[in-house]
């Protein structure tokens, strides 16, 4: 098509306006290359951009499930330590209780000796027990016996 202009041109215009319409021609065709080059590296860049909105994609998911880890991981670290708090008023209870049942303890087998020390009978056998607990004869022979049980009625006491 060009060359048929061209030969039109050559025959029938002077060839002033033929190389001037010739320039402008030549010009158009190299605007026409430049143009589908610039639509061909529009449409790989558009392809390219589509590519990079895909990973962006990707990636936004990906962000969005490890928020949910870390809310799920900050969930479960505030609750250990509230069952941390828990657990150690569980044992700080557990041991008042221990204590006061020692306390209680303590005084009642306070209580009791000293209701046994004031029983002569008890002060009498403990005594007794010491007394005949080692005992060496003459030659320095040790001839241990338990000591002697005797039969009391442990009614009889004397405060």
Do not use: C
């Not at 509230?82 to 044992?91: D, Q, S, V």
């Not at 557990?94 to 029983?119: C, H, P, Q, S, Y």
Request: hydrophobic content about 30%; charged content about 35%; proline content about 2%.
């Amino acid at each position: 098509m060009i060359k048929e202009i061209q030969e039109i041109i050559e025959k029938d215009l002077p060839k002033q306006v033929g190389e001037t319409l010739r320039g402008v021609l030549e010009q158009g065709e190299k605007d026409a290359e430049r143009v589908k080059e610039l639509e061909n590296d529009l449409y790989t860049k558009d392809l390219h951009i589509e590519a990079l909105n895909a990973q962006i994609s990707e990636q936004d998911g990906k962000l969005r499930e490890y928020r949910k880890f870390d809310q799920r991981n900050i969930d479960l670290d505030n609750r250990t330590i509230e069952l941390g708090n828990a657990e150690r008023a569980l044992k700080v209870q557990i041991m008042e209780i221990k204590v006061e049942e020692a306390e209680k303890r303590a005084n009642m087998v306070m209580d009791f000796a000293t209701g046994l020390v004031r029983n002569t009978e008890f002060k009498r056998r403990v005594f007794e027990s010491q007394d005949q607990s080692q005992h060496t004869d003459v030659n320095g022979y040790n001839n241990w016996q338990p000591p002697l049980t005797k039969s009391v009625d442990t009614n009889e006491t004397a405060e």
